[in-house]
């Protein structure tokens, strides 16, 4: 009976022990594991498991800013962003599980939508550097930055695809996207169509 009882103590500690291990283990867990694993189980399809989405009706995630991406997340988590696909691919996430995914896509190299158009991209630079003044039109660099690289509260746009860029300004012109910007409404009425392919050529060429 001693001997049993004795037995049960030690598998007892071992279990005891393995639990504290696993637990450990969990607690120190690599958030750019726990990011990369979230984009290959819920994000890869549309995105890619890199964040390089290969159809432009998806954005590149591939080195976006982590804050920003986080809070679009939390967005379609709690309703303020609507999207039937990304409202179910975030539900379930935890507030560090998005930091995390959030992490890993912003560490990922961005890509790029190389174009041979030299005279379409110096019209899209001019225009994002400096507006067009006989429309009222500012520097788009004056909000989204030099290079097009964003802030924690805009997107990064630099190698954003073209044919993306140009669907979500058309659909803050028309009110239709899930999202609203008055300073977005007035800027997409300002720009021509013919300003608005350029400038989004000559973000997708960005690196």
């Known amino acids: 009976m001693k001997t049993a009882r ?5 598998r007892l500690a071992a279990w005891s022990m393995a639990a504290a291990v696993w637990g450990a283990q969990a607690q120190s867990a690599d958030p750019l594991v726990i ?8 994000c890869a399809v549309c995105h890619g498991p890199c964040g390089q989405s290969v159809a432009p009706n998806f954005p590149r995630l591939a080195g976006q800013n982590a804050q920003y991406l986080a809070r ?5 988590a709690q309703g ?12 379930g996430l935890s507030a560090s ?26 019209v899209g630079r001019y225009v ?3 507006g067009n003044r006989h429309s009222g039109l500012p520097p788009c660099a004056t909000c989204h930055g030099v290079g097009a690289t964003g802030t924690t509260e805009l997107p990064r746009l630099a190698g ?24 977005m409404r007035v800027m997409a009425h300002r720009l021509s169509d013919l300003e608005l392919e350029a400038v989004a050529a000559y973000l997708g060429n960005l690196k």
Do not use: C, N
Not at 35 to 41: K, P
Not at 106 to 120: F, I, V
């Open 6 to 10: 004795m037995a049960w103590v030690r």
């Open 35 to 42: 990011g990369e694993v979230i984009a290959r189980d819920r």
């Open 72 to 76: 679009q997340l939390q967005a379609f």
């Open 80 to 91: 303020e962003r609507k999207d039937v696909a990304m409202s179910e691919k975030v539900k």
């Open 97 to 122: 599980d998005i930091e995390a995914v959030a992490e890993y896509y912003a560490r990922q190299k961005p890509g790029h939508t190389p174009s041979g158009d030299e005279l379409l991209l110096a």
């Open 128 to 130: 994002y550097e400096r």
């Open 160 to 183: 954003q695809h073209p044919q993306y860029i140009m669907r979500q300004v058309q659909a803050f012109k028309e009110r239709s996207g899930s999202r609203d910007s008055a300073i």
